[in-house]
Protein backbone atom coordinates (compact mmCIF):
# COMPACT_ATOMS: atom_id res chain seq x y z
CA UNK A 1 0.00 0.00 0.00
CA UNK A 2 0.91 3.39 -0.87
CA UNK A 3 1.14 6.20 2.16
CA UNK A 4 2.55 9.57 2.51
CA UNK A 5 2.87 11.01 6.07
CA UNK A 6 2.91 14.57 7.18
CA UNK A 7 3.53 14.53 11.13
CA UNK A 8 3.49 18.74 11.15
CA UNK A 9 -0.74 19.77 11.43
CA UNK A 10 0.56 23.28 11.68
CA UNK A 11 3.75 25.91 11.45
CA UNK A 12 4.76 29.39 11.80
CA UNK A 13 7.45 31.34 10.40
CA UNK A 14 8.76 34.60 10.64
CA UNK A 15 8.02 36.71 6.87
CA UNK A 16 12.12 36.76 5.34
CA UNK A 17 12.79 33.14 7.31
CA UNK A 18 13.31 29.57 6.37
CA UNK A 19 10.97 27.01 7.29
CA UNK A 20 10.85 23.12 6.10
CA UNK A 21 7.91 21.09 6.10
CA UNK A 22 7.99 17.27 6.15
CA UNK A 23 6.82 14.56 4.34
CA UNK A 24 7.53 10.75 4.34
CA UNK A 25 6.31 8.36 2.07
CA UNK A 26 6.13 4.75 1.31
CA UNK A 27 5.63 2.82 -2.00
CA UNK A 28 6.76 -0.47 -3.71
CA UNK A 29 6.96 1.25 -6.89
CA UNK A 30 10.33 1.64 -8.43
CA UNK A 31 9.50 4.34 -10.53
CA UNK A 32 7.14 7.31 -8.97
CA UNK A 33 6.58 11.43 -8.46
CA UNK A 34 6.47 13.52 -5.89
CA UNK A 35 5.17 16.71 -5.40
CA UNK A 36 4.26 19.49 -2.90
CA UNK A 37 0.73 21.44 -3.36
CA UNK A 38 -0.32 24.46 -2.06
CA UNK A 39 -3.87 25.13 -1.19
CA UNK A 40 -4.10 29.16 0.18
CA UNK A 41 -7.77 29.48 2.17
CA UNK A 42 -10.86 29.17 -0.03
CA UNK A 43 -8.32 28.75 -3.25
CA UNK A 44 -7.30 26.66 -5.44
CA UNK A 45 -4.92 23.59 -5.53
CA UNK A 46 -1.75 24.83 -7.33
CA UNK A 47 1.44 22.94 -7.88
CA UNK A 48 4.62 24.06 -5.84
CA UNK A 49 7.59 21.70 -6.95
CA UNK A 50 7.64 18.32 -8.76
CA UNK A 51 10.72 15.64 -8.01
CA UNK A 52 11.13 12.52 -10.32
CA UNK A 53 12.20 9.47 -8.17
CA UNK A 54 15.18 8.66 -10.62
CA UNK A 55 16.86 12.02 -10.42
CA UNK A 56 19.07 12.54 -7.71
CA UNK A 57 19.63 16.19 -8.00
CA UNK A 58 16.70 17.89 -5.62
CA UNK A 59 14.58 20.14 -7.71
CA UNK A 60 14.22 23.89 -6.44
CA UNK A 61 12.09 26.20 -7.95
CA UNK A 62 13.00 29.82 -6.95
CA UNK A 63 12.53 30.05 -3.53
CA UNK A 64 11.45 26.70 -2.79
CA UNK A 65 13.52 23.79 -3.04
CA UNK A 66 13.00 20.09 -1.72
CA UNK A 67 15.53 17.58 0.02
CA UNK A 68 15.10 13.95 -1.29
CA UNK A 69 16.27 11.31 0.40
CA UNK A 70 14.97 8.26 -1.54
CA UNK A 71 16.65 5.37 0.58
CA UNK A 72 14.75 7.10 3.30
CA UNK A 73 11.65 7.72 1.29
CA UNK A 74 11.53 11.20 2.89
CA UNK A 75 10.62 14.59 0.89
CA UNK A 76 10.92 17.83 2.43
CA UNK A 77 10.28 21.57 1.66
CA UNK A 78 12.23 24.27 1.94
CA UNK A 79 10.85 27.48 1.63
CA UNK A 80 13.63 30.37 2.00
CA UNK A 81 12.68 34.04 2.54
CA UNK A 82 9.03 33.32 3.47
CA UNK A 83 6.11 35.70 2.30
CA UNK A 84 2.95 36.65 3.56
CA UNK A 85 1.40 35.18 1.03
CA UNK A 86 2.86 31.50 1.34
CA UNK A 87 0.29 31.22 3.73
CA UNK A 88 -1.70 28.22 2.85
CA UNK A 89 -2.13 24.53 3.65
CA UNK A 90 1.13 22.48 1.86
CA UNK A 91 0.31 18.81 0.58
CA UNK A 92 2.93 16.69 -0.46
CA UNK A 93 1.90 13.87 -3.01
CA UNK A 94 3.08 10.30 -4.55
CA UNK A 95 2.14 9.42 -8.15
CA UNK A 96 2.79 5.82 -8.69
CA UNK A 97 1.21 6.22 -11.99
CA UNK A 98 -2.34 5.58 -11.52
CA UNK A 99 -3.58 7.13 -8.42
CA UNK A 100 -1.64 10.91 -6.68
CA UNK A 101 -1.67 9.82 -2.91
CA UNK A 102 -1.70 12.50 -0.51
CA UNK A 103 -0.63 13.79 3.06
CA UNK A 104 -2.73 15.42 5.61
CA UNK A 105 -1.59 18.87 4.72
CA UNK A 106 0.59 20.98 6.87
CA UNK A 107 -1.12 24.72 7.44
CA UNK A 108 1.82 27.34 6.93
CA UNK A 109 1.11 30.58 9.01
CA UNK A 110 4.03 33.51 7.62
CA UNK A 111 3.93 36.01 10.37
CA UNK A 112 4.61 39.55 9.60
CA UNK B 1 -7.23 26.40 -22.98
CA UNK B 2 -8.00 27.80 -19.49
CA UNK B 3 -7.64 25.39 -16.92
CA UNK B 4 -9.71 22.34 -15.41
CA UNK B 5 -13.18 23.76 -15.02
CA UNK B 6 -15.93 22.53 -12.81
CA UNK B 7 -19.51 23.23 -12.04
CA UNK B 8 -21.18 24.57 -10.20
CA UNK B 9 -18.96 26.31 -7.67
CA UNK B 10 -21.29 25.69 -4.84
CA UNK B 11 -24.40 23.54 -4.46
CA UNK B 12 -26.68 23.12 -1.55
CA UNK B 13 -29.44 20.38 -1.52
CA UNK B 14 -31.83 18.93 1.09
CA UNK B 15 -31.20 15.20 2.55
CA UNK B 16 -32.31 12.71 0.26
CA UNK B 17 -32.18 14.70 -3.00
CA UNK B 18 -29.84 13.69 -6.08
CA UNK B 19 -26.94 16.03 -7.04
CA UNK B 20 -24.73 15.98 -10.21
CA UNK B 21 -21.55 18.44 -10.32
CA UNK B 22 -19.61 18.29 -13.60
CA UNK B 23 -15.74 18.69 -14.44
CA UNK B 24 -13.90 19.54 -17.71
CA UNK B 25 -10.57 18.66 -17.87
CA UNK B 26 -7.82 20.17 -20.05
CA UNK B 27 -8.40 18.87 -23.56
CA UNK B 28 -5.14 17.27 -23.91
CA UNK B 29 -5.12 15.21 -20.39
CA UNK B 30 -6.29 11.57 -20.24
CA UNK B 31 -6.53 10.95 -16.81
CA UNK B 32 -8.72 12.37 -14.48
CA UNK B 33 -9.34 12.32 -10.97
CA UNK B 34 -12.34 12.88 -8.58
CA UNK B 35 -11.43 13.79 -4.82
CA UNK B 36 -13.33 15.19 -1.70
CA UNK B 37 -11.80 17.31 0.63
CA UNK B 38 -12.97 18.57 3.85
CA UNK B 39 -11.78 20.72 6.01
CA UNK B 40 -7.86 20.85 7.12
CA UNK B 41 -8.02 17.62 5.49
CA UNK B 42 -6.17 16.35 2.37
CA UNK B 43 -7.90 15.49 -0.74
CA UNK B 44 -9.53 11.94 -0.46
CA UNK B 45 -9.49 9.61 -3.69
CA UNK B 46 -12.52 8.75 -4.83
CA UNK B 47 -12.08 7.54 -8.61
CA UNK B 48 -9.82 8.28 -11.40
CA UNK B 49 -10.62 7.73 -14.86
CA UNK B 50 -8.36 7.18 -18.16
CA UNK B 51 -9.93 8.03 -21.06
CA UNK B 52 -13.20 7.38 -20.58
CA UNK B 53 -12.38 3.89 -18.49
CA UNK B 54 -12.75 4.10 -15.05
CA UNK B 55 -9.59 2.04 -13.61
CA UNK B 56 -10.14 3.03 -10.02
CA UNK B 57 -12.84 3.24 -7.59
CA UNK B 58 -11.98 4.10 -4.20
CA UNK B 59 -13.74 1.44 -1.82
CA UNK B 60 -14.86 3.83 0.58
CA UNK B 61 -17.18 5.21 -2.10
CA UNK B 62 -20.78 3.99 -1.26
CA UNK B 63 -23.26 2.67 -4.06
CA UNK B 64 -24.64 6.34 -4.00
CA UNK B 65 -22.39 7.87 -5.79
CA UNK B 66 -21.47 7.03 -9.13
CA UNK B 67 -19.16 8.71 -11.82
CA UNK B 68 -19.16 8.74 -15.65
CA UNK B 69 -16.71 9.81 -18.25
CA UNK B 70 -18.41 9.31 -21.75
CA UNK B 71 -16.10 9.82 -24.58
CA UNK B 72 -13.00 10.60 -22.40
CA UNK B 73 -14.00 14.31 -22.35
CA UNK B 74 -15.84 15.64 -19.82
CA UNK B 75 -17.01 13.81 -16.78
CA UNK B 76 -19.95 14.21 -13.99
CA UNK B 77 -20.07 12.53 -10.48
CA UNK B 78 -23.43 11.69 -9.20
CA UNK B 79 -24.77 11.94 -5.30
CA UNK B 80 -28.05 9.99 -4.95
CA UNK B 81 -30.40 10.37 -1.49
CA UNK B 82 -27.29 12.80 -0.34
CA UNK B 83 -26.90 12.94 3.29
CA UNK B 84 -25.45 15.46 5.62
CA UNK B 85 -22.02 13.32 5.67
CA UNK B 86 -21.57 14.44 2.01
CA UNK B 87 -20.99 17.79 2.39
CA UNK B 88 -17.51 18.49 1.65
CA UNK B 89 -15.68 19.98 -1.49
CA UNK B 90 -15.58 17.77 -4.35
CA UNK B 91 -12.44 18.64 -6.32
CA UNK B 92 -11.74 17.18 -9.97
CA UNK B 93 -8.41 17.15 -11.49
CA UNK B 94 -6.31 16.18 -15.12
CA UNK B 95 -3.29 15.22 -15.87
CA UNK B 96 -1.10 13.36 -18.38
CA UNK B 97 1.18 10.65 -17.57
CA UNK B 98 4.38 11.99 -15.73
CA UNK B 99 3.04 15.19 -14.88
CA UNK B 100 1.63 16.92 -12.28
CA UNK B 101 -2.13 17.18 -11.43
CA UNK B 102 -4.26 20.42 -12.63
CA UNK B 103 -7.32 20.98 -9.87
CA UNK B 104 -10.24 22.45 -10.48
CA UNK B 105 -11.80 25.27 -8.13
CA UNK B 106 -14.00 22.07 -6.55
CA UNK B 107 -17.73 22.39 -5.95
CA UNK B 108 -18.96 23.02 -1.99
CA UNK B 109 -21.17 20.60 -1.48
CA UNK B 110 -23.59 21.36 1.76
CA UNK B 111 -26.78 18.97 2.57
CA UNK B 112 -29.34 20.36 4.76
Known amino acids: AQTVTQSQPEMSVQEAETVTLSCTYDTSESNYYLFWYKQPPSRQMILVIRQEAYKQQNATENRFSVNFQKAAKSFSLKISDSQLGDTAMYFC?????????FGTGTSLTVIP | DTGVSQDPRHKITKRGQNVTFRCDPI?????LYWYRQTLGQGPEFLTYFQNEAQLEKSRLLSDRFSAERPKGSFSTLEIQRTEQGDSAMYLC??????????FGSGTQLSVL
Open chain 2, 27 to 31: SEHNR
Open chain 1, 93 to 101: ALDTGNQFY
Open chain 2, 93 to 102: ASTRLGEELF
